[in-house]
């Protein structure tokens, strides 16, 4: 069964370091997110991605964060200079088509731990 | 916030019983979905229900949707220890995101 892929699975990174998380969601998946989850409370949108380009952000995607798809193939989260409070889990997620009528598959999760 | 909420947060049963998490929402939505995550995972889809729809099954998973009140329910019937996880319902509040409430963890002891 397609599943979504996600590296690195725990990363472990200094406070002010810029952090790349990378997915590689079903090939024929069209609509890509990342969502977070600190210390496993709530599952917390973060931005969508459609047509190479951002569809939607939310308040915690702030200027920190950016998203790319560089190569048709990966879907990155960047984080440009990490704090405390960013540690989570990562989750990355693709679908079809609009995520309200259709099914998001998750990938495993990338930790960040930030230090 | 558009998140939803979820009670109870935390559920303890028997194997064998049943198993019922609510979920509120806020405004109106094309869809809801379940989703349940097994400690430090992913999210995996369990079932979704559309706005027009009041209750849908699989397998051992009845889902109700009550548009009126704003909220559904999640049952889980003759449960067994591997379902236990945390529960979230998801609701995409006709944008292009889904907004998952708080989730229920659920505990199911042999």
């Known amino acids: 069964e397609p599943e979504v892929t996600q590296t690195p699975s725990h990363q472990v990174t200094q406070m002010g370091q810029e952090v790349i998380l990378r997915c590689v969601p079903i090939?024929?998946?069209?609509?890509f997110y990342w969502y977070r989850q600190i210390l496993g409370q709530k599952v917390e949108f973060l931005v969508s991605f459609y047509n190479n380009e951002i569809s939607e952000k939310s308040e915690i995607f702030d200027d920190q964060f950016s998203v790319e798809r560089p190569d048709g193939s990966n879907f990155t989260l960047k984080i440009r200079s990490t704090k405390l409070e960013d540690s989570a889990m990562y989750f990355c997620?693709?679908?079809?088509?609009?995520?309200?009528?259709?099914?998001?598959?998750f990938g495993a999760g990338s930790r960040l731990t930030v230090l | 916030s558009q998140q939803g909420e979820e009670d109870p947060q935390a559920l303890s049963i028997q194997e064998g019983e049943n198993a019922t998490m609510n979920c509120s929402y806020k405004t109106s939505i094309n869809n809801l979905q379940w989703y349940r995550q097994n400690s430090g995972r992913g999210l995996v889809h369990l079932i979704l229900?559309?706005?027009?729809?009041r209750e849908k099954h699989s397998g051992r998973l009845r889902v109700t949707l009550d548009t009126s009140k704003k909220s559904s329910s999640l049952l889980i019937t003759a449960s067994r220890a591997a379902d236990t996880a945390s529960y979230f319902c998801a609701t995409d509040y006709n944008t292009d995101k889904l907004i998952f409430g708080t989730g229920t963890r659920l505990q199911v002891f042999p």
């Open positions: 229900i559309r706005s027009n729809e």
């Open positions: 090939s024929n998946h069209l609509y």
């Open positions: 997620a693709s679908t079809e088509g609009h995520s309200g009528a259709n099914v998001l598959t």
